[in-house]
């Protein structure tokens, strides 16, 4: 199942604000090759993976990687985001990105909850570094 949300995405070059569709059928969370540019350095892999889709015996191709920063609910996360050309949607947030966080999907209200310990240890953090 699937839950569509605006957020904000960072990286190195600079911020915008995308819809992202949280699916928890799709393993790695992945952004749209037109949009990365804008937000981030890429990072070649130095063996491009083959990734299986939904259309039996269709595969995409995976050259490269970032790592991005997005907010929810002003809540920093981050993880790395295979950069993937032609896809539907502007960014997917995969399952190993919402078992990292910790979130959970809200089928009835169409949101994501957030593991509010993965948000107090966040807020410890930044409270130290400042």
């Given at each position: ?12 070059r600079g911020e915008k604000h995308l ?28 063996t491009p993976m083959r990734l299986a ?78």
């Amino acid at each position: 199942m699937i839950i569509r949300l605006p957020l904000r995405f960072e990286g190195s070059r600079g911020e915008k604000h995308l819809y992202a569709l949280f699916d928890s059928g799709v393993t790695y969370s992945c952004i749209h090759e037109s949009i990365v540019n804008d937000l981030e350095v890429l990072t070649p892999l130095f063996t491009p993976m083959r990734l299986a889709t939904a259309s039996s015996g269709s595969f995409l191709e995976i050259r490269n990687t970032c790592r991005l920063d997005f907010y929810y609910e002003d809540v920093r996360l981050s993880d790395e985001f295979m950069v993937v050309p032609d896809i539907s949607e502007e960014v997917i947030i995969g399952a190993t990105t919402m078992q990292k966080w910790k979130l959970k999907l809200d089928f009835e209200r169409d949101t994501v909850i957030i593991d509010p310990k993965v948000a107090k240890l966040i807020l410890i953090n930044l409270i130290r570094t400042d």
